[in-house]
T-cell receptor, first 113, second 113 residues
Framework: AQTVTQSQPEMSVQEAETVTLSCTYD???????LFWYKQPPSRQMILVIR??????QNATENRFSVNFQKAAKSFSLKISDSQLGDAAMYFC??????????FGKGTKLSVKP | DGGITQSPKYLFRKEGQNVTLSCEQN?????MYWYRQDPGQGLRLIYY???????QKGDIAEGYSVSREKKESFPLTVTSAQKNPTAFYLC????????????FGPGTRLTVL
């Protein structure tokens, strides 16, 4: 069975600085997808970024980028130029052949002004 | 506007009562999902459905039931057999192909009195 581990329950970053959230996963599949979702205080889940495992190039979306290390089964999220609105819970998720997503337990990110 | 709606936003139930949470989508997605979110636990899959009149149990299906009579609707019933039903419930949908992101509704907070 696949598992997703987020080892940092809480993180803090100064506004305008850069922060990296960690995620590791375990799978025996070769084709899969990885996601980072953001859940602000409103509790609405929002997709931040998506990575296909067959692509070597790391995905980027504006200030958000990932470091995908397939051999190490690592999928970290880097947030550059952090803003107050980035404060939220961040969930890493694995999508495999079954179609459903497996989520990590989340990292609570605080942004200090 | 296309999206997923969940109702009600807040729900209170007395012990021993069944209660049904509504989830509707107009995105023409084939797959729909129900998750339960508890503090520190991330999102755990309750049930999912890939097509009408078919659904599968997730990791924590005990004490819950679902139906999928229409493509647009996937209601979740929390039965009296669910020992600890107080939680935040999220519904999601996606096109049924591997690797697609899931789109989430705003959630329902269920409290058992």
């Amino acid at each position: 069975a696949q598992t997703v581990t987020q080892s940092q329950p809480e993180m803090s970053v100064q506004e305008a600085e850069t922060v990296t959230l960690s995620c590791t996963y375990d799978t025996s599949e070769s084709d899969y997808y990885l996601f980072w979702y953001k859940q602000p205080p409103s509790r609405q889940m929002i997709l931040v970024i998506r990575q296909e495992a067959y692509k070597q190039q790391n995905a980027t979306e504006n200030r958000f980028s990932v470091n995908f290390q397939k051999a190490a089964k690592s999928f970290s999220l880097k947030i550059s130029d952090s803003q107050l609105g980035d404060a939220a819970m961040y969930f890493c998720a694995y999508g495999g052949s079954q179609g459903n997503l497996i989520f990590g337990k989340g990292t609570k990110l605080s942004v200090k002004p | 506007d296309g999206g997923i709606t969940q109702s009600p936003k807040y729900l209170f139930r007395k012990e021993g009562q069944n209660v049904t949470l509504s989830c509707e989508q107009n995105l023409n997605h084939d797959a729909m999902y129900w998750y339960r979110q508890d503090p520190g636990q991330g999102l755990r899959l309750i049930y999912y459905s890939q097509i009408v009149n078919d659904f599968q149990k997730g990791d924590i299906a005990e004490g819950y039931s679902v139906s999928r009579e229409k493509k647009e609707s996937f209601p979740l019933t929390v039965t009296s057999a669910q020992k600890n039903p107080t939680a935040f419930y999220l519904c999601a949908s996606s096109p049924w192909t591997s690797g697609n992101e899931q789109f989430f509704g705003p959630g329902t907070r269920l409290t058992v009195l």
